[in-house]
């Protein structure tokens, strides 16, 4: 029988802050809109300001990520490497959340 989390209990053990944010963020179904702000962020980390002054918008949706960009020469770069942009991401991120990019 596992407890549930109720938030007007004292905790009785020492818990670290890292831990009660993950039991805090799970409880109310946030992770979802965490991992959407995580990789707006990866994005431009790990593809450079170069290619972050040609993106107009980056989406998570279903585990797909859309990208649009205002270059159609760039577009086209970006797709050839596509399945390495997913590896980086959902490395940056320590789990899989992008299964595939859609450049638009």
């Known amino acids: 029988m596992s407890k549930k989390f109720n938030p007007n209990s004292r905790i009785k053990e020492e818990t670290s ?10 409880g ?18 790990l593809l450079g300001p170069g290619i972050a002054n ?5 989406v998570l949706k ?25 590896k980086m991401i959902n490395e940056e991120l320590r789990k899989d959340v992008v299964k595939e990019i859609i450049l638009r």
């Open 17 to 26: 802050i890292s831990d009660v944010l993950k039991v805090f963020i799970q």
């Open 28 to 45: 109310n179904k946030l992770e979802a809109g965490i991992d959407k702000l995580n990789v707006k962020e990866a994005w431009i980390n």
């Open 54 to 58: 040609y993106t107009l918008d980056v």
């Open 62 to 86: 279903n585990n797909t990520l859309y990208v649009a960009l205002s270059s159609a020469v760039l577009r086209e770069e970006l797709s050839y490497g596509k399945d390495k942009i997913i």
